[in-house]
């Protein structure tokens, strides 16, 4: 699969983070590999496809998905190698071949305490390793347009610092107040903040909304560049749906 961090073109990205066990995984990753099967038109149209699985996965992933238009992406990426225990380096996601790695996810933020130091060392490991960096922002409460504008920036900066702005790289906006939530985010809000962030950021690297993001919401969001899914996804008719929902937009076309 050739993937590209072109902002023209649709993104489905899922994260099963740990809600599911080894087999339960692996039937999982099995199901969307038929559902994209499937679909022959996904090869066709360029949409950009990625599923995110727990470490002891993604050598499986690999392997399944070889030959078809789904990348492996891995759920976190060590700052660096050596003493490090219990880390995994992106030189090691890449040897098997891994194609992104997510990085500062609120998650990680809150229950890792990673800083923005971090963060920034280990969007550079992941460039030099030649993965792509899938960067998590998104402000920790309900703030103005503006302000949240503001604080993702200040992160996009952040994360940028030793790396430069001359990096291929997605972008995954997720209020941090929408994540685990019955809903996501107002979809003007959404698109507002997003059309701000497309004028402003150095580069144009695709936009990708989550946080509760589930099927029927991509229509809604002309402004962004596709969904990181979660949860809702984890029920593969879910992403079935989405996909199909991604048929229908324009920038799905070659």
Known sequence: MTFTTSAEK??????????LGYAQSLAWLDRVR???GERPWVAESGLQI???PAFPLIPAAVDLFR????????QNVSIGAGPITGEVTAELLTEIGAGYAEIGHAERRALAHETDRDIAEKVAATVAAGLIPLLCVGEPTRLSTADTVSVVLAQIESALSLSGPDIRLVIAYEPVWAIGASRPADPGFVNEVV????ERMPRPWPVLYGGSAGPGLLAALPAVSGLFLGRFAHDPDN???VLDEARDRSAVST
Request: a positive charge; charged letters at 10%.
């Open 67 to 74: 030959g078809s238009p789904v990348t492996v992406g891995a």
């Open 239 to 241: 992403f079935a749906r």
């Open 50 to 52: 990625a599923v995110f």
């Open 195 to 198: 059309g701000a962030l497309r």
């Open 34 to 36: 038929a559902l994209v």
């Open 10 to 19: 649709t993104f489905v990205f899922v994260s099963t983070k740990t809600y």
